[in-house]
């Protein structure tokens, strides 16, 4: 049995691409979507080792299903979780989905503050955010206040290509892979399996974001003149530039 595992990023799209992988008869993805197993990331439950993990979440699965697999946002942030993937399944597909980082870090501040975990508002949590990192205490798998430095994804991605070989590696832009059908046939062919599904999930949303109830133009300017060096340095390792991207940044 083949393993994929959808590591991130957070607030960028990964349940819309969890319902896009599991429609597919050859996948079958782990149970329920909510709340995220996380298994790589508790010590309690990487001990009980490979034969729970895949009782617990994949018992449904049919005799057709050539993949497993998991989706943890959290994983993209810890060393730990994956070098724990590579150890049980060196062999691994794994999946990394990714948003404007600007309009990301917004989605992430709301969800923060929906889930009563922020307030403050978006400009002051934005410069409170270093010492937040430094010294913050909270309950969540990761800091929840990570807005900015979350969305520099090149230096997650980084972290993952010292474990796992490039070819293992998927990084599939959200804004392609939701209005674009041969986005989602690509990521068919990738992995091997029929590239003439058609999902009824595409171009569904899933966790919508709430729209802003200001003006956070200045803010977001800020922040894109922040990730443009990221931006590079991501165009560069998938040898296109993201135009949607670059379209939104430049109408700021």
Same mark, same amino acid.
């Given at each position: 049995?083949?393993?994929?595992?959808?590591?991130?990023?957070?607030?960028?799209?990964?349940?819309?691409?969890?319902?896009?992988?599991?429609?597919?008869?050859?996948?079958?993805?782990?149970?329920?979507?909510?709340?995220?197993?996380?298994?790589?990331?508790?010590?309690?439950?990487?001990?009980?080792?490979?034969?729970?993990?895949?009782? =617990?979440?994949? +018992?449904?699965?049919?005799?057709?299903?050539? @993949?497993?697999?998991? &989706?943890?946002?959290? *994983? /993209?942030?810890?060393?730990?979780?994956?070098?724990?993937?590579?150890?049980?399944?060196?062999?691994?597909?794994?999946?990394?989905?990714?948003?404007?980082?600007?309009?990301?870090?917004?989605?992430?501040?709301?969800?923060?503050?929906?889930?009563?975990?922020?307030?403050?508002?978006?400009?002051?949590?934005?410069?409170?955010?270093?010492?937040?990192? =430094?010294?913050? +205490?909270?309950?969540?798998?990761?800091?929840? @206040?990570?807005?900015? &430095?979350?969305?520099? *994804? /090149?230096?997650?991605?980084?972290?993952?290509?010292?474990?796992?070989?490039?070819?293992?590696?998927?990084?599939?832009?959200?804004?392609?892979?939701?209005?674009?059908?041969?986005?989602?046939?690509?990521?068919?062919?990738?992995?091997?399996?029929?590239?003439?599904?058609?999902?009824?999930?595409?171009?569904?949303?899933?966790?919508?974001?709430?729209?802003?109830?200001?003006?956070?133009?200045?803010?977001?300017?800020?922040?894109?003149?922040?990730?443009?060096?990221?931006?590079?340095?991501?165009?560069?390792?998938?040898?296109?530039?993201?135009?949607?991207?670059?379209?939104?940044?430049?109408?700021?």
């Amino acid at each position: 049995m083949n393993h994929l595992f959808i590591t991130g990023a957070q607030r960028s799209g990964s349940t819309y691409l969890y319902h896009i992988l599991d429609e597919h008869p050859k996948i079958s993805m782990s149970r329920p979507v909510r709340p995220e197993p996380k298994f790589f990331l508790d010590d309690q439950l990487y001990a009980k080792g490979h034969a729970y993990y895949e009782n =617990a979440y994949f +018992s449904g699965h049919s005799k057709e299903t050539r @993949y497993l697999g998991e &989706k943890s946002t959290s *994983y /993209i942030e810890s060393v730990v979780a994956a070098n724990r993937i590579h150890q049980f399944y060196p062999n691994a597909r794994i999946l990394m989905i990714l948003r404007d980082p600007v309009i990301r870090a917004y989605s992430n501040y709301r969800f923060s503050a929906a889930h009563q975990l922020e307030d403050l508002t978006f400009e002051d949590a934005l410069k409170a955010e270093p010492i937040r990192l =430094a010294d913050a +205490s909270f309950s969540t798998s990761v800091n929840p @206040y990570a807005y900015c &430095k979350r969305g520099h *994804y /090149i230096d997650y991605i980084e972290t993952y290509l010292t474990i796992f070989d490039r070819s293992q590696l998927e990084i599939l832009i959200f804004e392609e892979l939701v209005c674009k059908p041969e986005s989602v046939q690509r990521l068919y062919r990738w992995l091997g399996v029929d590239d003439d599904f058609k999902p009824d999930s595409f171009g569904k949303i899933y966790n919508p974001t709430v729209q802003k109830e200001q003006d956070h133009s200045k803010t977001f300017r800020s922040l894109a003149l922040g990730y443009r060096e990221s931006l590079e340095q991501l165009e560069n390792l998938l040898g296109h530039r993201i135009e949607t991207w670059r379209r939104h940044w430049d109408k700021l």
